[in-house]
């Protein structure tokens, strides 16, 4: 019972077994590692606390209980988590509007909406629903991502030269910019040029070094002599004290508000994060669990806002600080956030100093690589539906925002998968002179076999397709009988693609396209899934015994040739006047000399090949 406990107990929280199995030898690489991340880290959380819309406080709650959370529960050995730009942008555009102004109530929706955030990780995880990290398609994700960065980046420009904007959408913000540009305020604007120029230039200069919290102390120091004096704005004097949230005053009809936002925020920052995830894992040669991260996630956001903090996901830019200084454990993680917390409770007096221009410029030289086009150009050579789809979710996204635009995205994408499987693509498959089944060329190197129509559906069948597939094979035999004066005897079914599951539907109008293709005296052969269809038809029949089912294409086909082989034969007897002895299916089968083989190169691969058929060669 003990054992089953301990296993189970690392089964929930997979950091730990990792930790508990640590190395001596590691602990230099955490050690340099977790001291750089929370340099990193420290001037990109309190930048994202400002563009969340909250404290800069905030910001280092929201890295620190949740990086030592998924230290323990997550199953990533570099993800570092902590404030994102595309989860800190959809929390302030759900909040702002339902705060109307009271920054008491803002915070109380931004913890509420974090701990939902996390409720709706957990419940997913409980479901083994991991999977939904495939449900962002990667060309919505990127388009989530670019629309996020130009709306980060505009958002910005305000705090970065310094004039007042009433302007909160995208569209409005750039028709005013001209007339707000008139009212420049230049100490804030040299401060911005300032900052931007000393991040080049420690970047190109010292690229080992954490060159954004090294310009954000030399930006505080100057701020604390002179901003004053200018009228540069700073982000003022703050406590490490925990402010006191009154839940007895919270409205409880705001939950849901953000009931959808909390887990349309869910699936960004599970995305998100696996997509990190699963990048470092594999260039480290490791497997991690959705459906733990998921978990892990979930807590860490809980965690973060029971200590009122925001929402994190896994923080590409930290982890890739991580994984180059060589971490090798979660106690990466712990180590970061021990130093956050010392600079919470020790270091909060110079805070105040920093520059409200200096975080802009951060804000958007981080925001800066989210901004990918280049990817998006890709996939108009590759792939024209990925490419409208990142298109569309830029535009979206721009025009009527992240979670307006995100589920749009999601819809648009689903309704391009529906199409795919209402009216999928489709082959008709022939032999090459070698005997090799491959798609029909009209080069003319792969022939139609004579007599036959060979078919693949590239969809399951189901209830909703059903009756275009049927419609389908009936328009193709009419067009071949019309062109070659009523030549197909048989219509071969590649059941491998388009037979999946055992829909009442699809069995139903199997039948009826058997029927009616009979009464043409055409027969139906279904190839491959052997077993299962048998099984399936035995429950919707009682019996199968006129249903012509093989493992393989290769199988049918070698008994279609073999049934005509057998047929010319007798009647060749018949004309030389031999007696006529009855033939069967193994006669015809040892008799026949056909040599079709599966070209993998078409992908005709059968898990049910060599089910019924162990004792057949493939090659006669």
Same mark, same amino acid.
């Given at each position: 019972?003990?054992?089953?406990?301990?296993?189970? @107990?690392?089964?929930?929280?997979?950091?730990?077994?990792?930790?508990?199995?640590?190395?001596?030898?590691?602990?230099?690489?955490?050690?340099?590692?977790?001291?750089?991340?929370?340099?990193?880290?420290?001037?990109?959380?309190?930048?994202?606390?400002?563009?969340?819309?909250?404290?800069?406080?905030?910001?280092?709650?929201?890295?620190?209980?949740?990086?030592?959370?998924?230290?323990?529960f997550g199953s990533s050995r570099q993800l570092i988590i902590?404030?994102?730009?595309?989860?800190?942008?959809?929390?302030?555009?759900?909040?702002?509007?339902?705060?109307?102004?009271?920054?008491?109530?803002?915070?109380?929706?931004?913890?509420?909406?974090?701990?939902?955030?996390?409720?709706?990780?957990?419940?997913?995880?409980?479901?083994?629903?991991?999977?939904?990290?495939?449900?962002?398609?990667?060309?919505?994700?990127?388009?989530?991502?670019?629309?996020?960065?130009?709306?980060?980046?505009?958002?910005?420009?305000?705090?970065?030269?310094?004039?007042? =904007?009433?302007?909160?959408?995208?569209?409005?913000?750039?028709?005013?910019?001209?007339?707000?540009?008139?009212?420049?305020?230049?100490?804030?604007?040299?401060?911005?040029?300032?900052?931007?120029?000393?991040?080049?230039?420690?970047?190109?200069?010292?690229?080992?070094?954490?060159?954004?919290?090294?310009?954000?102390?030399?930006?505080?120091?100057?701020?604390?002599?002179?901003?004053?004096?200018?009228?540069?704005?700073?982000?003022?004097?703050?406590?490490?004290?925990?402010?006191?949230?009154?839940?007895?005053?919270?409205?409880?009809?705001?939950?849901?508000?953000? @009931?959808?936002?909390?887990?349309?925020?869910?699936?960004?920052?599970?995305?998100? @994060?696996?997509?990190?995830?699963?990048?470092?894992?594999?260039?480290?040669?490791? $497997?991690?669990?959705?459906?733990?991260?998921?978990?892990?996630?979930?807590?860490?956001?809980?965690?973060?806002?029971?200590?009122?903090?925001?929402?994190?996901?896994?923080? =590409?830019?930290?982890?890739?600080?991580?994984?180059?200084?060589?971490?090798?454990?979660?106690?990466?993680?712990?180590?970061?956030?021990?130093?956050?917390?010392?600079?919470?409770?020790?270091?909060?007096?110079?805070?105040?100093?920093?520059?409200?221009?200096?975080?802009?410029?951060?804000?958007?030289?981080?925001?800066?690589?989210?901004?990918?086009?280049?990817?998006?150009?890709?996939?108009?050579?590759?792939?024209? $539906?990925?490419?409208?789809?990142?298109?569309?979710?830029?535009?979206?996204? @721009?025009?009527?925002?992240?979670?307006?635009?995100?589920?749009?995205?999601?819809?648009?994408?689903?309704?391009?998968?529906?199409?795919?499987?209402?009216?999928?693509?489709?082959?008709?498959?022939?032999?090459?002179?070698?005997?090799?089944?491959?798609?029909?060329?009209?080069?003319?190197?792969?022939?139609?076999?004579?007599?036959?129509?060979?078919?693949?559906?590239?969809?399951?069948?189901?209830?909703?397709?059903?009756?275009?597939?049927?419609?389908?094979?009936?328009?193709?035999?009419?067009?071949?009988?019309?062109?070659?004066?009523?030549?197909?005897?048989?219509?071969?079914?590649?059941?491998?693609?388009?037979?999946?599951?055992?829909?009442?539907?699809?069995?139903? =109008?199997?039948? $009826?396209?058997?029927? $009616?293709?009979?009464?043409?005296?055409?027969?139906?052969?279904?190839?491959?899934?052997?077993?299962?269809?048998?099984?399936?038809?035995?429950?919707?029949?009682?019996?199968?015994?006129?249903?012509?089912?093989?493992?393989?294409?290769?199988?049918?086909?070698?008994?279609?040739?073999?049934?005509?082989?057998?047929t010319e034969n007798e009647i060749n007897r018949k004309d030389?006047?031999?007696?006529?002895?009855?033939?069967?299916?193994?006669?015809?089968?040892?008799?026949?000399?056909?040599?079709?083989?599966?070209?993998?190169?078409?992908?005709?691969?059968?898990?049910?090949?060599?089910?019924?058929?162990?004792?057949i060669p493939k090659e006669v």
């Amino acid at each position: 019972m003990a054992i089953l406990n301990k296993q189970y @107990l690392f089964h929930l929280m997979p950091g730990l077994a990792n930790l508990l199995k640590y190395q001596r030898g590691w602990f230099s690489y955490d050690l340099r590692a977790g001291l750089s991340v929370a340099a990193v880290a420290l001037p990109v959380a309190i930048a994202y606390a400002e563009l969340t819309g909250v404290s800069p406080i905030v910001g280092l709650y929201a890295c620190i209980l949740p990086m030592i959370a998924y230290a323990i529960f997550g199953s990533s050995r570099q993800l570092i988590i902590g404030p994102d730009a595309a989860t800190c942008a959809i929390i302030a555009a759900v909040v702002a509007p339902l705060a109307k102004g009271n920054p008491h109530i803002y915070l109380q929706l931004v913890i509420m909406m974090t701990i939902m955030t996390g409720i709706w990780c957990l419940i997913a995880s409980k479901l083994h629903l991991g999977a939904l990290a495939d449900l962002l398609s990667r060309p919505i994700l990127t388009g989530l991502l670019n629309g996020v960065a130009i709306t980060i980046i505009t958002g910005q420009l305000s705090k970065v030269v310094g004039y007042e =904007s009433s302007a909160n959408q995208l569209i409005e913000r750039i028709i005013e910019l001209p007339s707000d540009i008139l009212t420049t305020h230049w100490p804030t604007l040299a401060t911005s040029i300032v900052t931007l120029l000393l991040l080049l230039l420690f970047k190109r200069l010292t690229p080992k070094l954490p060159a954004t919290l090294i310009v954000m102390i030399i930006m505080t120091t100057l701020a604390a002599f002179f901003a004053e004096r200018v009228g540069i704005e700073v982000t003022g004097r703050f406590t490490d004290k925990v402010e006191d949230i009154d839940i007895k005053n919270f409205q409880p009809g705001l939950l849901r508000d953000l @009931l959808v936002p909390s887990l349309n925020l869910a699936l960004v920052s599970f995305v998100s @994060l696996m997509l990190t995830a699963r990048s470092f894992a594999s260039k480290n040669r490791y $497997e991690i669990d959705a459906n733990a991260e998921f978990r892990a996630l979930g807590i860490a956001n809980i965690v973060s806002g029971l200590s009122q903090g925001f929402a994190v996901s896994g923080a =590409s830019s930290r982890t890739a600080v991580n994984d180059s200084i060589g971490g090798k454990t979660q106690l990466v993680s712990i180590i970061a956030a021990l130093c956050i917390a010392f600079v919470l409770f020790f270091l909060t007096s110079p805070l105040q100093y920093i520059p409200i221009p200096s975080l802009g410029v951060v804000l958007i030289f981080a925001t800066w690589s989210l901004i990918d086009f280049k990817s998006i150009r890709k996939l108009r050579r590759r792939n024209k $539906e990925a490419f409208m789809l990142a298109v569309f979710t830029v535009v979206m996204v @721009l025009l009527v925002g992240v979670i307006a635009g995100i589920g749009l995205a999601v819809l648009v994408g689903l309704m391009q998968f529906l199409r795919i499987i209402f009216r999928p693509t489709e082959s008709l498959l022939g032999a090459d002179a070698d005997g090799r089944i491959h798609t029909l060329s009209r080069s003319g190197v792969v022939e139609p076999i004579k007599d036959t129509i060979i078919y693949r559906f590239n969809s399951p069948l189901t209830y909703f397709n059903v009756a275009y597939f049927k419609r389908r094979i009936l328009h193709l035999v009419e067009n071949e009988n019309t062109e070659n004066q009523d030549s197909v005897k048989w219509v071969v079914v590649d059941a491998v693609s388009a037979l999946t599951h055992p829909d009442v539907s699809v069995i139903a =109008s199997l039948k $009826e396209l058997k029927q $009616e293709l009979a009464d043409e005296n055409i027969s139906i052969l279904l190839a491959g899934r052997k077993t299962e269809l048998t099984k399936w038809l035995r429950i919707e029949e009682k019996k199968n015994s006129d249903w012509l089912l093989f493992p393989d294409l290769y199988l049918a086909v070698r008994y279609i040739q073999s049934i005509e082989q057998s047929t010319e034969n007798e009647i060749n007897r018949k004309d030389e006047g031999e007696v006529n002895e009855p033939s069967t299916l193994d006669r015809a089968i040892e008799n026949s000399n056909v040599n079709l083989q599966l070209d993998q190169d078409d992908e005709i691969t059968h898990p049910s090949i060599n089910e019924d058929s162990n004792n057949i060669p493939k090659e006669v």
